[in-house]
């Protein structure tokens, strides 16, 4: 694609192994997978995928920043809002953290660091990461930011049976769903002005060796039950051609594997994303699945095998649905910005902007936290675009986090 950077050598090699092992996928399957498997084989295929395997990905040198690395206030927030939900609820029993996804490890850092000054470390952080290689870089990270409490650390291969847990847990999501595999399909009006559902599949290219090809076929059952669970097709009206987009259908497995592992506490899901009736609105027909490399965004999933990030925007509608089916009930959903604003933001960048008075590079350092702080919380940066949503299992008082939007759900 015109624009993208060329691959080195070491790339190329990498990419053609994954090629590989994704066409003979697709030869087992008898010719053809769905595009949900694709994406899961591009990204997490053992050793080779993109989050598999030894790339950086997050951060400045990688393909695109998240919050926490984008800042320390980012994780400081969400340990003030694990200090006060310990405090008002749980205050005579032990509250562990629960981290799905914890890519370098930055997030767990500054919580568990930001905690420790305020005297409030939990008895265990969890983590549970599908990346074997993003593991790896969290362990190194987390044993020399803090030694003192490696040891309380313990990294998750399941949510079943986790060692010394009591059932109670605050577990923090962050850009973890959009990074799940995602179905694509597409709708097309008929000769009979009806909505026909099409799904999304990759097989191998018929005559340029190590290629895939995306083949649209009509749905099946099944799938169209799934899509019309979710998206009102009889008031479904879009001017383009066909409407292109893309739905987890894994949600609900996924949530109740995780609500079965709590017996009291909360989970926090911060990603890109909207409530249904703006993820399918008709302006977005060409979806929000992106594609990530060195810092520039494009669409092309059938490129770079394994060196992109391949990711879609969160139906936090489906999140609260499935919720709403389980054990679970919806405590908040809000901005970014609202939510991390609740949570001591400002006197929190106060008191950094204060420190960095101090230091010989205080204007430098100044104009670096004024732009962490708007990266945050501007609303055409992360502030509006990426929502909180919080789920609560078992009864007891929330904490104020950032003005609900529930009626945007
Ligand atoms: C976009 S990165 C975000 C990393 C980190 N939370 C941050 O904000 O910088 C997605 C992370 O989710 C992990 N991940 C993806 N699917 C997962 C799953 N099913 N369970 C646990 N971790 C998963 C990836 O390996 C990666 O660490």
């Known amino acids: 694609m015109k624009g993208l950077p060329e691959l080195s050598d070491i790339e190329q090699a990498h990419q053609h192994k994954l090629i590989q092992v994704i066409q003979n996928q697709i030869t087992q399957a008898g010719g053809k997978i769905p595009f949900s498997e694709f994406m899961a084989a591009c990204l997490y295929t053992p050793g080779l995928g993109y989050y598999s395997a030894g790339a950086v990905k997050m951060g400045r040198g ?5 919050a926490p690395e984008i800042s320390t206030l980012f994780g400081q927030t969400l340990a003030e809002y694990y200090a006060t939900l310990k405090a008002q609820n ?15 490890g930055k997030l767990a850092g500054d919580i568990l660091t930001h905690l420790d000054s305020l005297g409030r470390l939990p008895t265990h952080y969890y983590i549970l990461d599908i990346s074997a290689d ?12 803090l030694p003192h ?27 973890v769903i959009d990074a799940l595999p995602v179905e694509l399909f597409s709708l097309k009006f008929n000769d009979k002005n009806k909505v026909d559902i099409f799904q999304h599949w990759i097989s ?25 669970s979710i998206v009102k097709l009889d008031d479904f009206v879009f001017d383009a051609p066909e409407y292109v987009s893309e739905m987890n259908l894994n949600i609900l497995p996924w949530l109740s594997g995780i609500e079965k592992m709590l017996v009291k506490g909360q989970l926090i899901f911060i990603d890109y994303g909207y409530g249904t009736q703006e993820y399918y609105h008709a302006a977005r027909h060409m979806g929000t699945l992106l594609c990530y490399h060195k810092h520039l965004v494009h669409s092309d999933f059938l490129l770079n095998i394994g060196l992109q ?6 139906n936090f509608t489906q999140v609260a649905m499935a919720a709403k089916t389980l054990d679970l009930t919806i405590d908040n959903y809000t901005t970014q910005a609202e939510f991390l604003l609740s949570q001591n933001l400002g006197p929190l960048a106060e008191k950094k902007l204060a420190l960095a008075a101090l230091s010989e590079n205080s204007a430098a350092e100044h104009i670096t936290i004024t732009n962490e702080m708007h990266k945050l919380t501007a609303p055409h940066e992360m502030g509006e675009l990426f929502k909180v949503l919080i789920l609560q299992k078992g009864e007891f ?7 609900p939007h529930f009626h945007r759900l």
């Open 90 to 104: 749980f205050a005579s029993e032990p509250l562990s953290i629960i981290e799905l996804g914890a890519g370098t």
């Open 62 to 66: 990688g393909d695109f920043v998240t």
């Open 309 to 314: 990030d391949i990711t879609a925007y969160v």
């Open 149 to 175: 409490y490696f040891d309380q650390i313990t990294w998750l291969n399941s949510l079943e049976n986790i060692p010394h847990f009591n059932g109670n847990g605050l577990l923090i999501a962050n850009e």
């Open 204 to 228: 191998n290219h018929p005559s340029l060796p190590n290629t895939f090809e995306q083949i649209i076929l009509p749905a099946d059952t099944a799938f169209e039950d799934c899509i019309k």
């Open 397 to 403: 008082e929330s904490i104020p986090s950032g003005r």
């Open 134 to 145: 993003l593991k790896h870089q969290q362990q190194l990270y987390l044993k020399n930011k």
